[in-house]
């Protein structure tokens, strides 16, 4: 056997002794395989990055997928497109030649020095695009005129444009007569006014009167009035929003001049003044949007004066955390005559009555498609409100309002028409509103349904569901149809099996519900099985379960009462 000997390390002269060392020029070397001089490296290690080797177009297409999704946003150096042109002298040209990077501001206006030529350069760059610009000054009954003017001369490409003006109880402190008659793209416009006097509104009224295109107007004023409003072009709009806090409004004689309107959102909308006209017919509002952090009577009584025949959304949100909370005017509850007398018992205990909405669904004759709701009711109002949607709804949003067994029962669908569980929901249960409510009696029209609101194909629950275990997943499969087959989940559904569904109510297509919830992992489960191949559901997308995260706790501060100062012109 061959003995192998421990390996010792070279000698040091193993290499190239210096007296035979070869002529070898390294330089001749580096440059016949492609590299750079060696000095040359020293002196520039840095190589460029690939990005900054593609073509300018491509980096053009980067840089617009980089701009903030916000509406107005902010000119920070640490967001695009302020950041872009800090990177490198290439990026910068690019930048600063691409007019849409520029097309959109917010102006936090407070030093005229600084945000004045800021302005002028970000809209010089915006060459000819369209603009949506947002201001907000704290005029402090000081004029202001110079950062208007540099916004006003770019007038012509205004296509979305908000004012934010705060304390202008004074005489007319600033002019947008360098706009007025030349914005013919304005299409939208916001205006927030606070401790505003009527004359320093007049200006933007008399502006918006020009514009041939508005068609959405936001208007949040804090001491709105009726006459102001008037001076808007309604009969233009499409959308409106109001929202207030101190003033009064007659909403009959501001809605009689909006024909054309499709979209209506209200904010604390109370009026003060009993209305005795007749209810205004709006044939074009499709949608209806009711929000206030004080839950009256005046609440949703605005419903009480229209006819909606083509209304098809519907939502209304109140602020849960506030119930009980006395009507910020502080008025009389003999001054609520004009609403229906059991409207008082259902305030007298912080809960919303539906019998407005209600009505104005049976005046208006209306299919509405989606409801979404949020403020404090009891579970039998709910089911009031969607006895009277049942036969239209596709969507139901549900958010603070406990639920349970009852709502989960209604939901549940009872394929076979005699079966003994065919949901009836007790009329002592719901009490006698849904009757009352125009003479109609809701439960004649919908006697011959098996199950509570059938074309539902989304379903929220934003809201703590306390109904007893499995009883929300078994509403959800009731709604999950499947070929009568003792192993659908391996057999294609025939057509003469979709064909016996034709009658079937619409099958749930998504639920959202809150995290915690004992039937999540079954839900989950119900969500693979109806997108296998022997379901039915796969064919119209199975169902989509979303998780909606808990909400912190909000801790509760002790409320206080500041007393504002009033405008005397208005």
């Known amino acids: 056997m061959r003995t192998q000997s421990p390996r010792t390390p070279p000698p040091s002269s193993y290499s190239h002794s210096p007296h035979c060392l070869p002529d070898i020029s390294v330089h001749e070397i580096a440059s016949r395989i492609g590299l750079h001089h060696p000095d040359e490296s020293r002196t520039n290690t840095r190589r460029p990055s690939y990005i900054s080797l593609l073509p300018p177009e491509i980096l053009t297409e980067i840089f617009l997928f980089c701009i903030?999704?916000?509406?107005?946003?902010?000119?920070?150096?640490?967001?695009?497109?302020?950041?872009?042109?800090?990177?490198?002298?290439?990026?910068?040209?690019?930048?600063?030649?691409?007019?849409?990077?520029?097309?959109?501001?917010?102006?936090?206006?407070?030093?005229?020095?600084?945000?004045?030529?800021?302005?002028?350069?970000?809209?010089?760059?915006?060459?000819?695009?369209?603009?949506?610009?947002?201001?907000?000054?704290?005029?402090?009954?000081?004029?202001?005129?110079?950062?208007?003017?540099?916004?006003?001369r770019h007038s012509k490409r205004w296509k979305y444009v908000r004012f934010d003006f705060r304390h202008l109880l004074c005489p007319a402190m600033y002019t947008l007569d360098m706009a007025l008659n030349d914005i013919p793209e304005l299409s939208t416009f916001e205006f927030y006014a606070r401790d505003v006097s009527n004359i320093n509104?007049?200006?933007?009224?008399?502006?918006?009167?020009?514009?041939?295109?508005?068609?959405?107007?936001?208007?949040?004023?804090?001491?709105?009035?009726?006459?102001?409003?008037?001076?808007?072009?309604?009969?233009?709009l499409t959308k409106l929003a109001l929202s207030l806090d101190h003033g009064t409004l007659d909403y009959l004689k501001v809605l009689n001049e909006c024909y054309n309107l499709e979209h209506i959102r209200l904010t604390r909308p109370f009026?003060?003044?009993?209305?005795?006209?007749?209810?205004?017919?709006?044939?074009?509002?499709?949608?209806?949007?009711?929000?206030?952090?004080?839950?009256?009577?005046?609440?949703?009584?605005?419903?009480?004066?229209?006819?909606?025949?083509?209304?098809?959304?519907?939502?209304?949100?109140?602020?849960?955390?506030?119930?009980?909370?006395?009507?910020?005017?502080?008025?009389?509850?003999?001054?609520?005559?004009?609403?229906?007398?059991?409207?008082?018992?259902?305030?007298?205990t912080g809960t919303w009555d539906p019998t407005p909405l209600l009505s104005l669904i049976h005046r208006s004759a209306c299919s509405v498609t989606s409801l979404s709701v949020s403020l404090p009711m009891t579970e039998a109002a709910l089911l009031?409100?969607?006895?009277?949607?049942?036969?239209?709804?596709?969507?139901?949003?549900?958010?603070?309002?406990?639920?349970?067994?009852?709502?989960?029962?209604?939901?549940?669908?009872?394929?076979?028409a005699d079966a003994a569980g065919a949901v009836r929901i007790d009329r002592d249960l719901l009490g006698d509103a849904i009757s009352e409510v125009e003479g109609q009696d809701f439960h004649d029209e919908h006697e011959h349904c098996k199950v509570l609101c059938p074309n539902l194909e989304e379903l929220t629950l934003d809201t703590r569901v306390g109904c007893s275990p499995g009883m929300l997943a078994s509403m959800v499969e009731s709604r999950l149809c499947k070929p009568k087959s003792s192993d659908n989940t391996h057999i294609e559904p025939s057509d003469d099996d979709i064909d016996a569904l034709a009658d079937v109510p619409c099958i749930l297509k998504m639920i959202n519900v809150v995290d915690g919830h004992k039937d999540i992992q079954r839900l989950k489960g119900l969500s693979v099985l109806s997108k296998t191949a022997g379901s039915i559901s796969r064919r119209r997308g199975g169902l989509a379960v979303n998780i909606i995260p808990r909400k912190p706790t909000k801790s509760r501060t002790r409320g206080f009462l500041f007393r504002r100062k009033l405008c005397a012109s208005r």
Not at 80 to 108: D, F, G, K, Y
Not at 218 to 236: E, H, K, S
Request: net charge negative; with cysteine; aromatic share 6%.
């Open 201 to 236: 509104i007049a200006p933007v009224t008399n502006l918006l009167s020009s514009a041939p295109k508005l068609r959405e107007v936001t208007w949040v004023d804090d001491m709105a009035d009726t006459n102001t409003l008037l001076q808007l072009p309604l009969g233009r």
């Open 68 to 152: 903030p999704d916000e509406q107005f946003p902010l000119p920070y150096t640490t967001e695009a497109p302020l950041l872009l042109t800090h990177v490198s002298s290439q990026w910068r040209s690019i930048a600063v030649s691409v007019p849409e990077l520029w097309t959109a501001l917010h102006i936090n206006y407070k030093d005229p020095a600084e945000d004045i030529p800021a302005t002028d350069i970000w809209l010089s760059r915006s060459g000819s695009k369209p603009l949506s610009l947002s201001i907000a000054i704290d005029f402090s009954e000081q004029p202001q005129q110079e950062i208007l003017d540099a916004l006003c």
């Open 271 to 348: 009026s003060l003044a009993p209305q005795t006209h007749a209810p205004l017919f709006l044939p074009k509002l499709t949608s209806f949007n009711i929000s206030s952090d004080v839950i009256s009577p005046d609440m949703t009584g605005v419903l009480d004066l229209l006819i909606l025949p083509n209304l098809q959304e519907v939502r209304i949100h109140g602020d849960i955390d506030k119930t009980g909370r006395s009507h910020p005017f502080g008025h009389d509850a003999h001054a609520d005559t004009h609403q229906a007398s059991n409207a008082s018992a259902h305030f007298a």
């Open 384 to 416: 009031m409100c969607l006895r009277g949607t049942s036969n239209s709804l596709v969507k139901l949003s549900v958010e603070g309002i406990p639920v349970g067994d009852m709502l989960m029962e209604a939901l549940t669908c009872h394929l076979n």
